[in-house]
């Protein structure tokens, strides 16, 4: 074929247009099997590469793909933070990719990946467990080192996190030795990975008391969970809320003081991150300190060891975390 491009050759062996670069230029970096489909399209096609597309994949810039999910929460900026200094201090080039709970998996993945990425981390923490697999599935067909940012998926996965299920079990034990016996823990309606661990957590605290969990869901916009916690604060009896994220518990307490309660005399609230939202509230609002920054940086530090083919001595880094006493608890 007179005028074959790396497009005809993607397209007819069904890969992306990294895989065909990679099978050109760094072939050891391609399984097997795909290998040798693509040299097989290749030479079917008599597809001539040209210096252009040499240059794909042997370009000197090295490039790290961040692939979230919503840029707008408080904790992202702080990720950003700490992946952004180690990346600098690399001179590593930054991609970032948003991929939504309803678009098409395979469709974003192979988007990140054509872009000839050389590492990846993954912040998005919505996807369900059919939704993580394909991406894997990607990620390993197209050999890209990846590291799971603050997402809670899988033994074998590099990963940087806390034990969210120990901080929340610590937490509503910290509640219960109070006295409290009506201890609800507020969760997002929508699936989050880390939400679940924490479900657990505060689950094993409830039932080790003799008390039955109760967990809340509602939405992480304030102009919807107002409403529901107006409605819930009209039908149930708390004294204890472990909120999982800040904007959350600043939102419940706002409506239990409209409603005449007092905090904390009334009702205790502990929320689960430690952002800007603690300190600007009043109360003061106990948290969990997640080190948001240092997951982000540390996560950058491993994905930077994998790039470079360093030992790995542990590639499930769990950071320590804290209780930072406010006026709320």
Not at 16 to 26: G, H, Y
Not at 138 to 160: K, R
Request: glycine content about 6%; hydrophobic content about 40%.
């Amino acid at each position: 074929m007179a005028n074959t491009t790396i497009y005809d050759v993607a397209g007819a062996a069904k890969v992306s247009l990294a895989t065909v670069s990679r099978v050109m230029n760094n072939p050891e970096k391609v399984n097997p099997e795909t290998r040798e489909k693509v040299l097989q399209v290749i030479k079917e096609l008599g597809y001539r590469p040209n210096a252009i597309a040499r240059g794909l994949a042997s370009r000197k810039t090295t490039t790290v793909g961040i692939v979230m999910a919503d840029v707008t929460r408080a904790s992202t900026s702080q990720f950003l933070g700490g992946i952004i200094d180690i990346a600098k201090r690399y001179d590593y080039a930054i991609k970032i990719f948003s991929m939504g709970e309803n678009e098409d998996i395979k469709e974003a993945m192979r988007a990140v990946v054509a872009e000839q990425v050389d590492g990846i981390l993954f912040l998005n923490d919505e996807l369900d467990q059919n939704q993580m697999e394909m991406v894997m599935n990607h990620i390993q067909d197209a050999q890209i080192p990846l590291v799971l940012c603050n997402v809670l998926y899988g033994a074998d996965i590099p990963s940087v996190s806390i034990d969210y299920e120990k901080a929340t079990y610590e937490v509503t034990k910290e509640l219960l030795n109070q006295g409290r016996k009506n201890v609800y823990l507020v969760s997002t309606v929508r699936r989050y990975s880390v939400n679940d661990h924490k479900v657990k957590g505060y689950s094993m605290a409830m039932e080790e008391a003799g008390l039955t969990p109760m967990v809340f869901r509602t939405s992480g916009d304030v102009g919807i969970n107002k409403l529901h916690f107006q409605e819930f604060l009209k039908n149930h009896v708390v004294d204890g809320v472990i909120a999982v994220r800040d904007s959350i518990a600043v939102s419940f307490m706002n409506e239990a003081i409209k409603s005449g309660r007092s905090i904390p005399q009334d009702i205790s609230v502990i929320g689960l991150q430690n952002t800007k939202y603690a300190i600007l509230s009043r109360p003061n609002l106990t948290c969990v300190d997640t080190p948001v920054y240092d997951i982000g940086a540390v996560s950058m530090r491993l994905l930077t060891k994998y790039m470079k083919h360093e030992e790995v001595n542990d590639s499930k880094v769990v950071l320590p975390y804290q209780i930072v006493k406010r006026e709320s608890n």
